[in-house]
Nanobody, 125 residues
Framework: QVQLVESGGGSVQAGGSLRLSCAAS????????MGWFRQAPGKAREGVAT???????SYSDSVKGRFTISKDNAKNILYLQMDSLKPEDTAMYYC???????????????????WGQGTQVTVSS
């Protein structure tokens, strides 16, 4: 059974940083397309960043240059380093694994087979 546990969310002022983590059990990170999504109240869930099995990454335009996705295959942990945070980054953030072969942020959330429970990020101005 695959379990994903996210951590690292919280409240921060604009310009600050947070690092989200997603630890997995029952799943091998090295072979998977993985990603981070976010959903703000009243808005659709959107892809933020993805990392493919070969380590290639993609980012949404809204976070490019500010967020960095990475993974530790030995520990089965996925990370999202978020710098220069803005109030519009406020959302529930979800990690997702076992995504499509075309591992980019263009892939919608329903293309992933496993999800974490979400961690809240709140950025104040």
């Amino acid at each position: 059974q695959v379990q994903l546990v996210e951590s690292g969310g919280g409240s921060v002022q604009a310009g600050g940083s947070l690092r989200l983590s997603c630890a997995a059990s029952g799943f091998t990170y090295s072979r998977a397309c993985m990603g981070w999504f976010r959903q703000a109240p009243g808005k659709a869930r959107e892809g933020v960043a993805t990392i493919a099995s070969d380590g290639s990454t993609s980012y949404s335009d809204s976070v490019k240059g500010r967020f960095t996705i990475s993974k530790d295959n030995a520990k089965n942990i996925l990370y999202l380093q978020m710098d220069s945070l803005k109030p519009e980054d406020t959302a529930m953030y979800y990690c997702a694994v076992d995504g499509p072969r075309a591992c980019t942020v263009a892939a919608t959330w329903d293309k992933y087979n496993y999800w974490g429970q979400g961690t809240q990020v709140t950025v104040s101005s």
